[in-house]
Every structure is written in C-alpha cells, then in structure tokens.
C-alpha cells in the first residue's frame, strides 16, 4: 500500500540543521529560537511555507552537505511569534520524510535540493498484528507512566496505517537522539513498527520492574515519607544491579566507630539517634553536614582514653628541679598530688593557679609538670577574651558552630586526663556576648565539672580528671566565686642569687643552643651575670635576663663570623664592652637626703619597686594638690595623711599656723604611670611631717604601710617583692607593718641579712626611724 500525499514541494527549500532533537511527520511542535536563527523559518514564505529540518551528524567535516544526515523532515511553518526578551518562538508542523541532493547556498540561508521519501507499505496479516500489539502494549505504558491527552488516544485507536503509528509512538518513547534519528531513517513502515515495538517492549518492562518496587517499597514505610520511599527505591534498586550503595557503607563505618568510641551509655543512646537521622537526610542538605560533623566529633572525643600517670614521686621530682630553680611550694603541691595519687587511683584533679609578675616561669611550669606526670600538655590564652562561646561552644542552630576551646583542645590532645593551662585569667574581657569568667566557673569547680556541658556536643562530659592550672599577674581582677574555686599559689620574684642560679643552670645553655655556639661554647663569670642583673636589668623575672644573654651571645657569634678571634670567656668588662652603657642605677645610693622627698616601696603587676613621693608647699587657699596618675585610692591616703598631720601638728613640732593659707603639692616620679592602693599612707604622711618640720628623709630607708587617720599602721601585700626591689636599689632599712612580721619566713636568708628590717604598729614609731635631726 501506498501512502498518497498531496503536497505542493518546490524544488528548493530552506534548511535548518538540528543538533538536540528530531522531527517527525504528523509531528506538531515548537522551537524557541534566537534572532540569527530566525532567518531561515522568516524566508519559508517565499518557498510554500516550507523549511527542511535534518539532523547534524556528531563528526563535523566543515561542510554543510557532508555534515548532515541524509533523511530530515519537510516541515511547515504555522506561526512564528516574537518573544518580548529575546528570540522568537516558532511553531512547526512535519509533513513527510525527505531525501537532502545538495546544498544550493549556504549563505545567509542555506537552501537545498531534495525529494520525498516514498513510504509503501502492504497491508497484511503481520501489519495487522503488530499494529494491533503496539496499541495494547501503549495502554500498559500509558497505565503504568504519564498519560497522553485524551484526543492523542483517540487518535491512536483510529490509526491502523503502520507507518503513522510507529511515528506517533516513537515521540512517546523517552529514546537518545541518535534511537530517534536510526527511526527516521528506517524507510520501511513495518520495519520501523517492529523496531518501535521493541522498543516500547524494553520501556513497559523497565515501568513493570519499577512498579513491583514501588509496590515492595510501600509495604516497608506510609506513603507520606516521600523521601525514605525514593530512598528505599535506590536501595532495590541497586540490590537488583548488585551494587553497593556508598553512602549506606559510610554509616555503617560511623556506626563502627560508635561502638569503638567506649561513650558513656546516655551519650552512646543520643549518638545512635543522630545516626538514625543522618541516614534520613539527603547528602545535599546542609543539615547532612551538620549532623555528619556532630558525629564525627562525638566519635572522636577521649570518652575513656587517658594517659598513665608516672607515680614515681623521687623520679618526678628529680624531673622537676631539672626543669625550675627553687619554687618550692609548687613543687611540694605537685608531688603532694602524686603521693595521694599512689593511694587512690581515682582522684580529682586539682585547680591551680599560679599568681606573680611576668617572666618568673608560671607557664613553663605548667609544661614541667606535664612532664613530670607524663601527660599531654594543653595550653590556651584567654587574655582579651570576650566570647562565652569560646569556653562553652555555639548550639547547633548556628552556622559554622563548633565546640568551645575546652572540647576543642582537650579532643586534640586525645586524652581525656591531660594538664589544661588557662593562661592570663586576670586579663579576661566582658561584653554583650556574655561573660567568659563566668562560663568558667563550671569548668574550674571539681563539684560541678564531672557533667561539664557543652552547647554544642550537649551531652555531658567528665572534667574531673583534668588538671587544671590557671595563671595571672594579678588577683584582683579575678572575679571572687572563680577565685575561691582554685587553690591560689603566689610565684614572687627571683632575688639576685637566684637569677644567677638561674642563668648558670638553664638560660646560657638554652640562648648558647639557640644561636649556634654548640661546638664552641663559651662560658660566662658570675660577675658577669651580676653585672648585666645590676645594670641592665630591673625586673622580677628573668625575662630581660634572659634576653641580654643573648644579645651577648649574639655579639660574639658576629664576632667569631666577621674571623674575629672568640672570645675564651665573658667577663663583666666585657659585658660593658657589648651591651653598652649602664641603662639601670641605684637610685637610693646615688641620691641624697632632702626636705619633703621619702622613699616608699610599691607592688605592681611586674614585681616590686621603689617611689620616691615629693611634696612642697607654696602660698594659697590649703589646698591639695595630687600629681602623677594617681588612682582613687592614693588619692585617699594622700588625704588622710594631711588630715593625721595637720592634727596633730603640735606633737610633730609644726605650728598650726603654717597650713594656713598654704597649698600643698604632693606629686609622685614617673607620672605617666598609673599608680595605686594604700600602702603609701606611711610614706606620704613622713613626706608631709619632713617638709613642715624642716627634717631631711632618710633616703637610704624605705616604708611601705597603709596608715589610719590614727595614726595605726596597717598590714599590706606583697612584702616580698618590695624587700626584693628595696635591696636592688640599694636600701640599708625596710620599714613595714608589724602584722606583716610572719611574712619574714618567705624572704631568702641572705637577703634579711643586708637588710635591717624595722616592724611598726604607729607612724609615730616610722618618723622616729625614717626623719633625721
């Protein structure tokens, strides 16, 4: 049979190469196109409304002719409609298949030459039932996939020309370009019935096998969990093909790890129901990150993990005097610690915290004894600190949340038994995002951090077997609850000889290390030493110590680079030689006595020093002058020593006459430096009784005390370093409170020796020593 189609064909005819679909007679559809593209389909009137669609074959030759498929699809075009962005949209009819002779022009419209495509087709018994059987098996395609409008399956069940019928069907089937392009090709209508057929074979058996899954699948779970159902669907799937899902092995290894983790078995029930989410979520969800990385934290946190603990207290102590000069109450509290650890082996950690100015070694002690219990050393700054967040971590809620430092540090470390140090807990910051002291209360109390909990893990974990050491230069600024949670032990400065001990034992050896002068070390005098403590150092530590000795060194490692013969040891004059002139001198012993000038002794953040307090008096209405960054408190002191000497002016041999119309001016050296506290009530009101009474200050005696308005002299802090600075700067006498008489026994024997030490309950008792005449 032959398909009869009347059609008015010029001879030549505009054409357009397709790339990405097929067009097929009886076949209605629409291209959006750009405006070049349009070209072709605009001059399709002038050639019957007729323009040629042929597939572009995937090898290109750079000519037209050759490129193309040899059959395409004669089209008309029903409408072409101008898009208000850009481009146009045009709708096109296929009408019959065509065979391309040549290509007229390519240029600007490529025209070619081309002939029908003949279809013959005899009806016959085998036409009949395919046609038949292509019509049943689209009904069960259709009834297991997307249906077709209602018109198209009229259509269909009209068609009996084999032919139309596989055209038709073949736009249903879902087939790669190059299926579609082989269909067109197939000139023979019951061939390419056959070929369609089998096609759509393939398509209901792929529909079938999905629908028995579907069908599995809703057994398992209610039709409302539409994301476990396409999850479940993959996992038949793939059991089907007999592969394995990756994702379905990465929780199987989480779950692995969880059972390897020894948690706790309330956190182990909370890590098991995360798990049970993950697996729900899809891996393109943040939420699966989210969760992934809680996971993997939990995993990895030392629930159980501890490191040994070296119970040999001989062998540790040896390990620490190895390691730190004197500081023998620090050393006596960790080997009280490992004796009671050699008897219970459970025990609570302590929470240290160790208080003096810089440079005295707070933090290297720290590593000491890390060393010395063989445990892992952690160490965070919290000076400046403002983020309660940074202690306690952010809740999940958040993005980019993590846990705080503590968590953080101690999952690093993978112990869950190692020494925390928490350095500069004096310089710790407050402001809207709450307050990190706070947050550490819980972490530094041995009551409460058996359940430590963090905002983000939000399971509790035990603390108990940390030890915990805090440091800072003063204990002032410490908030008083976190204060009273730690065992406060005071690291005072280093006298002379033990800054000597010191840099004989490690800091030469270190700095000699340091700058290369291993094979060739040299040595260095005792003199030395004490002229570079003397002259070139005024601290408490050891820190710009330490820093001389190697610019020392430095200097002969120069020498011995410039061919310079080495130096065979540094001497004091050699000192001199390098480091330049004296930067520091004895302030005392270079000065001498005067009216309204007394020597006090101060305590700062850095260790002792001295103050020389001056005061004069010149004509005005009595008032109170008060220079030199004084704090608030000075201030008061100063004002209550004028009050005691003014009244009792007569005992002290000072007409009264002379506070009349008088303004006193009392001002305190190096007055860019704040300055502050009590102990200088003493000192001020021997300043005031030497300028009216006309007696010069002992410069070589220096007092420290806070006075009442009584004239009764008050304990003060720090006794110490004040005696350590007085003897620095050459002080004969130390005046000091009686009540402070006990803090003797911690100054060094033979600095009590080169000291007289006078101990007062009265300022009257001070005048008499510190005034002379």
């Known amino acids: 049979m032959t398909e009869n189609i009347t059609i008015n064909m010029p001879e030549i005819v505009p054409l357009y190469p397709l790339r990405e679909i097929i067009a097929f007679p009886y076949m209605v559809f629409t291209m959006f196109l750009k405006h070049e593209d349009l070209l072709p389909f605009e001059e399709a009137v002038l050639f019957n409304n007729l323009v040629a669609l042929v597939k572009i074959k995937d090898e290109t030759t750079g000519e037209l002719l050759a490129d193309l498929h040899e059959i395409g699809t004669l089209c008309k075009v029903v409408s072409i409609s101008k898009l208000p962005q850009e481009g146009a949209k045009v709708v096109l009819e296929g009408v019959i298949r065509v065979r391309v002779l040549a290509i007229v022009q390519q240029t600007p419209v490529a025209l070619s030459r081309l002939e029908p495509v003949r279809e013959f087709a005899e009806k016959s018994m085998v036409s009949e039932a395919l046609v038949g059987s292509l019509n049943a098996l689209l009904k069960i395609a259709l009834s297991y996939g997307r249906p077709l409008p209602d018109d198209v399956m009229k259509m269909i069940d009209f068609i009996d020309n084999p032919a139309r019928l596989s055209d038709l069907v073949a736009l249903y089937l ?36 999905k629908g028995e899954v579907q069908a599995e699948v809703t057994k398992k779970v209610g039709k409302s969990q539409k994301e476990f159902l396409l999850r479940e669907q993959m996992k038949q799937i793939q059991e089907e093909l007999g592969e394995e899902d990756s994702r379905t092995g990465e929780v199987n290894e989480l779950r692995h790890k969880l059972e390897r983790a020894k948690m706790p078995e309330e956190v182990y029930k909370i890590a098991e129901k995360e798990l049970k989410r993950l697996e729900r979520i899809n891996p393109a969800s943040p939420e699966y990150t989210v969760s992934r990385t809680y996971l993997d934290y939990l995993i990895a946190i030392p629930w159980q993990t501890s490191t040994p603990d070296n119970k040999d207290i001989n062998q540790a102590e040896k390990v620490l005097n190895e390691d730190h000069y004197d500081l023998k109450k620090v050393k006596e509290r960790i080997l009280e610690y490992l004796a ?65 430092r503590i968590i953080q540090e101690i999952n690093r470390a993978g112990s869950n038994n190692p020494i925390f140090m928490l350095d500069e807990v004096d310089k710790i910051g407050v402001d809207f995002r709450g307050d990190p002291a706070s947050a550490l209360l819980e972490v530094l109390d041995p009551e409460q951090n058996f359940s430590f909990t963090d905002h983000y893990l939000d399971v509790p974990f035990d603390l108990t077997s940390v030890m915990f050491i805090t440091t800072a230069n003063l204990l002032d600024p410490i908030p008083a609850p976190l204060k009273d949670r730690m065992e406060v032990i005071t690291l005072t400065g280093y006298t002379d000889e033990e800054k ?31 002229r570079i403590i003397h002259d070139y150092t005024r601290e408490a530590g050891v820190r710009n110590l330490q820093r001389n000795i190697a610019s020392v060194i430095r200097k002969v490692v120069k020498e011995i680079a410039q061919g310079k013969t080495a130096r065979p040891e540094i001497t004091q004059e050699v000192v001199s030689e390098l480091l330049g002139p004296q930067r520091f001198f004895d302030e005392v012993a270079a000065e001498k006595d005067r009216v309204g000038v007394a020597t006090g002794l101060a305590w700062t953040e850095s260790g002792g020093d001295i103050i020389f307090i001056e005061a004069t008096k010149m004509k005005g209405k009595g008032d109170l002058i008060l220079t030199g960054s004084l704090g608030e408190v000075m201030k008061e002191s100063a004002r ?69 308005l009584t004239g009764r002299v008050l304990a003060i802090g720090g006794l110490k370093e004040k005696v350590l600075a007085a003897r620095r700067a050459g002080v004969k006498t130390v005046v000091a409170p009686a009540k402070n008489r006990k803090d003797l026994d911690d100054i060094p024997d033979n600095v009590k020796e080169e000291l007289e030490f006078l101990f007062v309950e009265d300022v009257r008792e001070v005048l008499e020593h510190a005034l002379n005449g």
Do not use: W
Request: charged share 25%; aromatic share 4%; proline share 6%.
């Open 174 to 209: 879902n087939l790669p370009v190059d299926e579609l392009q082989k269909l067109l090709e197939t000139i023979d209508p019951l061939e390419r019935l056959k070929k369609v057929y089998m096609h759509l074979t393939n398509e209901v058996q792929r529909l079938q096998i």
């Open 340 to 404: 009671v650890r050699t008897l219970k082996e459970k025990t609570k950690g302590p929470i240290l915290c160790f208080v003096g100015p810089p440079g005295v070694g707070k933090t290297s002690l720290g590593k000491s004894i890390a060393r010395t219990l063989g445990r892992k050393f952690i160490r965070i700054s919290l000076g400046g600190m403002r983020d309660e967040a940074e202690i306690r971590g952010h809740r999940r809620t958040y993005i980019g949340a993590l846990p705080g």
């Open 500 to 530: 000597l001990n010191i840099a004989k034992k490690y800091l030469v050896q270190r700095e000699i290390e340091e700058n290369g002068l291993s094979a060739n070390p040299i040595a260095f005098t005792d003199e030395a030493i004490m």
């Open 640 to 708: 209550a020593a004028l009050s005691f000497v003014q009244a009792n002016s007569d005992e002290f041999g000072i007409p009264k006459k002379d506070f009349d119309n008088t303004t006193i001016h009392i001002h305190v050296p190096a007055g860019s430096i704040p300055k502050d506290g009590p102990s200088a009530g003493v000192t001020m009101a021997t300043t005031l009784v030497s300028l009216f009474s006309g007696r010069p200050a002992r410069r070589d005696v220096a007092m420290t005390g806070e006075m009442s």
